[in-house]
């Protein structure tokens, strides 16, 4: 009945779906009535958007397919997940409570029924700007029904990918490999797509990857549980072996630490109760598999998800004093006994305490509830569940924020000593740690993927050699092609003129030296054979010389500061110490610094030593508990803390946000100086709210710059800005005249500000004359137990100092 309803239904408002796609629909809703108006809807929702049928005309159509049945249904609610087996059983009577009535939720399969999408549960009330991403992601293999056949090995092979967001394509026809035990480099613009391709993969929603690979993303642990300790939460991240434990401590609860067992109610109570917790999880994965499959394939699979819910429904009819016999106890308890045997409760303690400490965990913050971490801290927290969990496939999508140092160089440590079973995909800003962890490069360009066999330093040096090669390949053979054109029309005048037949044969000849002008050989070197390498039907023999051009990046314009008209230092801190009035301890000890009108100033140092406390004190956010701060009277600083970002109104642009700092500006007088940090066109006018990271950053950073600042005051001014984006701010930070104090745990930042000699060749990004660049203050100070020094033996020299420490304390 509701088959044949939806069918007519399809007909009427003139859908057409596959056949695959129509054939599982038929088979999904034969079991179904029309009172059910959710259930179909979120179980059917997504093939039509896989259709393109844009919302209006979905809503219009199931409007339609229930008004004459039952009342239009409701927006899909948030899917209530199946309960944990087990969770924080201790006694046995606290199993009682697990629900045992058969229109309990254990009873109803999980509603997750995205076949190619991402979640498509949109609350009535939400603003369309945050309804949750329409995700489609197909392969070249979903035709032909391999999406949930296993793969005998770890490698992921996947061709004809093709992904797109919001119906705006991210990658089409793309093949992409993962070989086993690599490490790769994925890189590309913001905003290409690279986070969702690995959204994709981590949560099944690209249809091809086998079933067998455990795919891991970071952001798929970044839920927590409040009550919990933190080495908890690390150890409850392993789903399997903490389900085994909870399963052992509630049999210990009623057998004490004997296997030998005397039939008692209450044992029975636990037995039942880890059989029904089994089969919800059995009934979860049914669904799963359910929802990935079509044709008959699917169909088989819907009618096992149909039996799964019969019998979890049929078993929680059953009385556990009743229906528990001594031979299924006997059962359970063996099984459970055997696995427990495998799980070394010791190691998986020392290894995740491990992992919590090579990220800066103290022994204290070990032990304390997660609802005392902050932001920073619980993103630490994520990525060591990541660690610990040791997937098939590992993807990392920009660790290293929030991470000081001492921690990235932990994990790049790890990652290059302790992965070499799993592969991992990272995604990274920080160039120092890609090209450290990293063997392979994926790059993400032009809807496509693109493979180098090396790390993205390697490829940058790459690409640039082959763009100049290309250039003056191209050059030549417009040269050539100019001169030889020329020798066709010289040639044709000259037959025409004097009646030269021979000339026509000349101009024959020439043009299929025309033809054949192109690459002379093919991308990996070998000499252009034409029934090789230019098989069809093309308009020439050979392939045109194409120069890959750089994929250009908005400009940053930092304006130079006004004359002080006075020669010594801006700004001197003499023997300032600073102490929090609740702390006994100085968070900063006496220390003195003159930073002149050109200075290069870095504190480096872990979390926590006290740099951002240094920078509140230089830019008078905090005055010094003892010594003293001069500064210039008219001295402007530009201050980009860590949480300035933060502190922007989401609900309002950047423009309406910027005239309420500044009321005498006009709009056009703010899209203007948007413009100079990269922000133009109608970006300017959507809410701060839709922009991304590195938007957000941008405005921030002109908002702090229209006041022409003498002093630039950065505090991890690199966190969530791309590569390109980076090296915009380098240029603009080398131009300008101003001074310059940073806080950064990039290393490879820091070296571009301190040790990078600027090309004499290049005239417009020199800062200074040659006199000039002699008096530059660079100056770099390290920052330890409140203690100040100045570091002069370079960037490397201390990333090997603090290094050998990490080796030395793991």
């Known amino acids: 009945m509701v088959s044949k309803l939806f069918t007519q239904n399809l007909n009427k408002f003139n859908i057409h779906l596959d056949d695959d796609a129509a054939e599982y629909i038929s088979g999904m809703l034969e079991s179904m009535s029309m009172d059910e108006a959710d259930e179909i809807r979120a179980s059917t929702e997504s093939f039509l958007i896989d259709a393109n049928i844009d919302e209006d005309t979905r809503s219009a159509f199931y409007s339609d397919l229930f008004e004459n049945n039952v009342s239009t249904p409701k927006e899909i609610k948030d899917q209530k997940k199946l309960p944990k087996p087990l969770q924080g059983i201790e006694k046995a009577k606290e199993v009682r409570d697990l629900p045992s009535a058969p229109n309990s939720a254990a009873t109803k399969p999980p509603k997750n029924t995205t076949r190619r999408t991402g979640r498509h549960e949109k609350l009535k009330d939400q603003d369309a700007n945050e309804r949750e991403p329409e995700i489609v992601a197909i392969s070249q293999q979903s035709r032909f029904h391999t999406e949930t056949i296993e793969n005998l090995n770890k490698e992921l092979d996947l061709k004809g990918v093709d992904i797109s967001i919001n119906q705006k394509d991210l990658l089409v026809d793309a093949h992409l490999k993962l070989k086993p035990f690599t490490r790769y480099g994925l890189v590309g613009q913001n905003g290409v797509g690279k986070s969702i391709l690995l959204k994709c993969l981590a949560e099944n929603i690209l249809i091809g990857v086998p079933q067998n690979l455990n795919i891991l993303h970071i952001s798929q642990l970044d839920e927590f549980d409040e009550s919990r300790m933190v080495l908890q939460e690390i150890l409850e991240a392993d789903k399997k072996a903490s389900a085994t434990i909870r399963e052992f401590k509630a049999l210990q609860s009623v057998m004490g630490n004997e296997k030998n067992f005397k039939a008692s109610d209450d044992l029975n109570q636990v037995v039942y109760s880890i059989m029904q917790s089994r089969l919800c999880e059995k009934l979860e994965q049914a669904s799963k598999i359910a929802t990935k499959r079509s044709g008959l394939r699917g169909r088989e699979a819907r009618k096992v998800l149909i039996e799964c819910e019969k019998e979890l429904e049929e078993f929680n009819k059953k009385n556990p004093q009743t229906y528990i016999t001594s031979g299924m106890v006997t059962e359970i308890i063996n099984e459970v006994y055997e696995k427990i045997e495998l799980i070394d409760q010791d190691e998986r303690q020392h290894r995740a305490v491990k992992l919590l400490k090579g990220l800066g965990f103290s022994e204290e913050r070990i032990n304390a509830p997660i609802s005392h971490l902050s932001g920073g801290w619980r993103m630490r927290v994520a990525l060591a569940k990541s660690l610990f969990l040791r997937p098939d496939i590992l993807l990392l999508d920009e660790p290293t924020n929030h991470l000081d140092l001492p921690a990235i160089l932990w994990l790049q440590e790890y990652i290059i000593n302790e992965t070499g079973d799993m592969t991992v995909v990272v995604v990274s800003h920080d160039r120092e740690f890609l090209n450290s962890v990293t063997e392979e490069t994926i790059i993400l360009r032009d809807k496509t993927l693109k493979y180098h066999a090396g790390n993205f330093e ?350 030395k304390t793991s």
């Not at 956010?621 to 500064?631: A, D, I, N």
């Open 458 to 807: 390697d490829w940058e040096r790459n690409t640039e050699e082959q763009r100049i090669r290309k250039q003056a390949l191209y050059d030549s053979t417009e040269k050539k092609r100019a001169a030889i054109q020329a020798s066709i029309q010289h040639n044709m005048r000259q037959a025409k003129a004097t009646g030269d037949d021979k000339r026509h044969g000349m101009i024959q000849s020439r043009k299929k030296k025309l033809e054949r002008l192109g690459m002379e050989k093919t991308e990996d070197g070998r000499r252009f054979k034409l029934n090789r390498d230019r098989v069809g039907y093309h308009n020439s023999s050979r392939a045109e010389v194409v120069v890959e051009k750089a994929v250009k990046t908005a400009t940053i314009k930092i304006p130079p500061p006004t004359e002080l008209r006075y020669h010594g230092p801006m700004l001197t801190m003499k023997e300032a110490a600073f102490r929090y009035e609740e702390s006994t301890n100085y968070a900063i000890k006496k220390f003195s610094i003159s930073i002149e009108p050109n200075a290069r100033i870095a504190f480096i140092g872990p979390n926590g030593c006290g740099k951002t406390t240094l920078l509140n004190i230089l830019v008078g956010k905090l005055q010094p508990t003892s010594g003293e701060v001069y500064k210039h009277p008219l001295l402007r600083i530009g201050y980009f803390s860590q949480n300035v970002v933060d502190q922007l109104d989401l609900d309002v642009s950047p423009v309406e946000y910027m005239m309420s700092q500044y009321p005498s500006l006009s709009e056009q007088e703010c899209r203007s100086h948007f413009g100079t940090s990269g922000l133009s066109g109608n970006v300017v006018l959507q809410k701060i709210r839709s922009l991304s990271g590195g938007q957000r950053s941008r405005v921030a950073l002109a908002l702090i710059l229209y006041e022409q600042p003498h002093v630039l005051v950065l505090d991890e001014i690199t966190n969530h800005l791309d590569m390109g984006t980076v090296d915009m701010l380098l240029d603009a930070l080398r131009k300008y005249t101003g001074a310059i104090v940073l806080v950064s745990h990039d290393i490879w930042f820091l070296k571009q500000i301190f040790e990078q000699e600027l090309d004499s060749d290049n005239d417009s990004g020199k800062e200074f004359d040659d006199e000039d660049e002699a008096a530059v203050q660079k100056e770099i100070y390290t920052i330890k137990n409140g203690n100040v020094k100045r570091w002069d033996e370079g960037i490397d020299a201390y990333v090997a100092s603090v290094l050998k420490t990490v080796r």
